[in-house]
């Protein structure tokens, strides 16, 4: 989909013509070259059509744009031609790519762009009312890595706003209608024609309502941060507006970074968009884990230095003072320790240890993580083990507890906030985890899960509405799905198996696993696509 047609201005509506989108006929008789298939959104300023190109055999968005009367400015096509190919020029991937542009007859500018099968962000908040915390957060990350790269090229966005947020199936985060942009042109200002300032009024910056003032690229971080508010909140940030961290559960950090982005002198908000995505990655990052690995670093060194034990081995159990193979040794020690088991990689192939011994020699990569029927009541993980294990693990695949009724019960919000860090993981079951639907926002950073497995707690499944749509096998054996809850299971349009409780649909034949599998899964979540 094409985001941003729906409300692109300040300018009044006397300034523009009415105008109504021309059906699917009406633009297929003037386009060549593109199969028009049908009208995606529209607005006062524009409408964007999906369309196939059927030369490269792809899918397009095509937005069309009336030419504005004189009276908005002079040499309105001059204008959009060359911000067309200022953006046909612009080649990130978290920027929607523009392939082609043009004027059709009748008045009418269009523009060809890459298709986004997805959502985007305004749509998000409208169907949950705010977004956890992670995505917020992941969002802004994706979207400040895009400005940096456009604001190094010059160009100001000048509309940054939920509603020009894509997000893909996949999860992919695209900045979207830079119709608005410019480049950095320092005897312009941030007006057009007769002053009327271009943008949205609830992300303006205030340098940008003061005709003839100079918008640079701090127009659009101040932006960036009144977005996060309203992704994290559900509000907007109007007039005196309390912190995030007073209505939601997140860090102080979060506040500070939106204050600083939307500080009314743009000499004090953030210079540029890396050092904004930095601080917005250091908010969502526990500060507890911080804090309580340093108190036990502190603590077991008052302990050793008074029984004159060597400190530095013991004492920073960390990426900056470990070996690739010391990190494998030591997760792998915690990982016996619970009873568990790991699979790793040396080359090309994996091998399952139980004990230290079982280690090959050589470098290593740890894929899977496994603690299965683990019957002993005193083997607990915890979230502080998690927070000191996890970020030795960046390629993991899988994490597992299943059969294992005692393992998770000291893991909460901090443990899932870490295990949300894993960003390659394709597995993780959860079983018996004291894990509730407000809780399942902590999973929403992950793209690449295939498998997930929270049979056995207390989820009734409306939490699934925080995490992404790519799943493919799910088990929720155990668990009080309620009718809402299977209605956003219902929307993991890839599942291919669902293993749920026997009382639930009990006349569908399960497979050797438990799993419902297709076709009898459509008949249960898609009765109307079943065969």
Partial sequence: MMGGVEEISTVSAQHVDAWVPLTIQELQALLEGYDILELIGRGGMGAVYKARQPVLDRLV???????????????????????????????????VHVYEFGELAGGLCFLVMEFVDGTDVAQLLKKQGRLPPAQAASITADVCAALEY?????????????????????GQVKVADFGLAKHRDPDQGSVTGTGLTLGTPDFAAPESLISGTLVDHRADLYAVGVMLYNMLTGEMPRGVFQPVSRQVKVHTFFDDVIRRAMNADREKRYQTAAAMKQEVLRAAKP?????????????????????????????????????????????????????????????????????????????????????????????????????????????????????????????????????GRLLKLERLSLEHAPLTDDLLFYLAPFTQLKKLNVSNTRINGTGFAHLRRNFVWLEVFGCPINEAGWSEIREFKRLQGVKMSPGVAPSLPRDEDGYVCLPHLKEFLWPEKAP
């Avoid at 908005?72 to 990130?92: I, P, Q, S």
């Avoid at 010059?154 to 199936?169: F, M, Q, T, W, Y």
Wanted: overall charge positive; glycine content about 6%.
């Fill in 61 to 95: 968005a095509i937005k069309i744009l009336p030419v504005l009367r004189d009276d908005m400015g002079v040499g309105f096509v001059d204008r959009f031609k060359n911000e067309a190919r200022l953006m046909a020029r612009m080649n990130h991937p978290g920027i």
């Fill in 287 to 419: 500060i507890p884990s911080a804090f309580l690995r340093w108190g036990g670093v502190l603590a077991a060194a008052a302990l050793l230095l008074l029984t004159g034990f060597s400190l530095r081995p013991v004492l920073l159990p960390h990426e900056a003072v470990l070996t690739e193979r010391q990190k494998v040794e030591r997760v792998a020690e915690w990982v016996f320790s619970k009873g568990g088991r790991l699979i790793v990689r040396r080359g090309t192939d994996l091998i399952t240890a139980t004990t230290s011994a079982e280690l090959p020699r050589g470098p290593l990569v740890i894929e899977r993580l496994l603690f299965t029927s683990i019957k002993e009541p005193n083997l607990t993980i915890t979230d502080a083990e998690l927070a000191l294990w996890l970020p030795l693990v960046p390629e993991l695949l899988q994490f597992t507890v299943e059969d294992s009724p005692k393992l998770l019960r000291n893991v909460g919000e901090r443990g899932l906030m870490e295990l």
């Fill in 150 to 170: 456009a604001h190094e090229a010059g160009v100001v966005h000048r509309d940054i706003k939920p509603a020009n947020i894509l997000v893909s199936e996949k």
